[in-house]
């Protein structure tokens, strides 16, 4: 085997940079299919290798089925197999998502994304049991399982995650959004190379690179696509030092964009971009002046001189 072979960078099976999309609204709330579609085609031309549609950046808590399923559908004609498309597919309600997934599989997609259940806290053997009845529901259907435990309440363990890997085979991938790079750490002990671990947070994709992640799953890259995708090959090619000054380049914006609940931030500079994507529905609000103003001045320090 060559080194090549051996580095955890190599399996990266939705390519290193996956946007996790906003979804745009027209001013009366509805979802604007148009705009999407020329969004996502915007954000392929910048650098992304693959789109989550109906994640929670795309507010899905707030979307029907009848509504996501029509927005994959429109952003499947977009980029037209130009990029990996993946479903969000968790819910806290298994029978809901087992439901929710099989439908992504019959839209076509590439992968589903599954958040671990939020609110009702499920012990381990719990999430475990979700997992498998989610992932035998489209046995052919690769899954990337999401651990975000600030807004679930709830973490999925690395032992749990290996014994799912062990069982089912259509889960491939991780997005490790704990805020720490020990979980990196701990899944690559116990699942080596056959789980590809993406980066749940921009602000430290680097950080988890160097311990095996593979990718990001990015907000920031609706705005700085470019710039992430160049850190990454940086990064793979060994140029450490050039990584590094994207890295602190992109730091601001990264934490500007969690600087509110996301997507308040992300939908408002991206208007400042001049894309309407529109205000995100309620309970969440558009983005306070003060977050409009900090969002501007990291903006425009961005644009090339």
């Known amino acids: 085997m060559s080194a090549a072979?051996?580095?955890?960078?190599?399996?990266?099976?939705?390519?290193?940079?996956?946007?996790?999309?906003?979804t745009p609204f027209r001013p009366d709330g509805s979802v604007d299919h148009d705009l999407a579609a020329r969004l996502a085609d915007h954000l392929v031309q910048q650098g992304s290798d693959g789109l989550v549609i109906?994640?929670?950046t795309g507010e899905s808590p707030t979307l029907s089925w009848a509504e996501q399923h029509r927005l994959i559908a429109a952003v499947q004609d977009a980029v037209a197999g130009r990029a990996r498309i993946l479903a969000g597919s968790g819910s806290n309600c298994t029978a809901e998502a087992v439901e929710a997934t099989r439908e992504a599989a019959a839209l076509g997609v590439d992968a589903a994304l599954v958040v671990v259940p939020y609110y009702n806290k499920p012990p381990q053997e719990g999430l475990e049991?979700?997992?498998?009845?989610?992932?035998?529901?489209?046995?052919?259907?690769?899954?990337?399982?999401?651990?975000?435990?600030?807004?679930?309440?709830?973490?999925?363990?690395?032992?749990?995650?290996?014994?799912?890997?062990?069982?089912?085979?259509?889960?491939?991938?991780?997005?490790a959004a704990s805020g720490t790079t020990e979980e990196v750490s701990a899944l690559r002990?116990?699942?080596?190379?056959?789980?590809?671990?993406?980066?749940?947070?921009?602000?430290?994709?680097l950080p988890m690179l160097a311990v095996g992640a593979v990718g990001v799953v990015s907000v920031a890259s609706h705005l700085a696509g470019p710039q992430i995708s160049a850190m990454i090959r940086s990064f793979?090619?060994?140029?450490?030092?050039?990584?590094?000054?994207?890295?602190?380049?992109?730091?601001?914006?990264?934490?500007?964009?969690?600087?509110?609940?996301?997507?308040?931030?992300?939908?408002?500079?991206?208007?400042?971009?001049?894309?309407?994507?529109?205000?995100?529905?309620?309970?969440?609000?558009?983005?306070?002046?003060?977050?409009?103003?900090?969002l501007s001045e990291i903006l425009a320090a961005l644009r090339p001189t």
């Open 5 to 22: 072979a051996r580095q955890p960078w190599c399996n990266a099976p939705f390519g290193r940079v996956v946007t996790a999309m906003v």
């Open 54 to 56: 109906c994640g929670t």
């Open 189 to 205: 002990q116990l699942c080596d190379n056959r789980l590809a671990i993406y980066s749940g947070d921009d602000a430290l994709t």
């Open 129 to 175: 049991a979700h997992f498998q009845a989610v992932a035998a529901a489209a046995p052919e259907l690769p899954l990337m399982l999401y651990n975000i435990p600030g807004r679930t309440a709830c973490s999925l363990a690395p032992e749990t995650t290996a014994r799912l890997l062990e069982r089912c085979p259509n889960i491939v991938s991780f997005k």
């Open 236 to 294: 793979l090619e060994g140029d450490l030092s050039a990584a590094l000054a994207v890295h602190e380049q992109l730091l601001p914006l990264c934490k500007a964009l969690f600087a509110s609940t996301n997507p308040i931030p992300v939908k408002a500079a991206l208007e400042l971009a001049g894309w309407p994507v529109g205000a995100p529905r309620l309970p969440l609000l558009p983005a306070s002046d003060l977050v409009k103003q900090q």
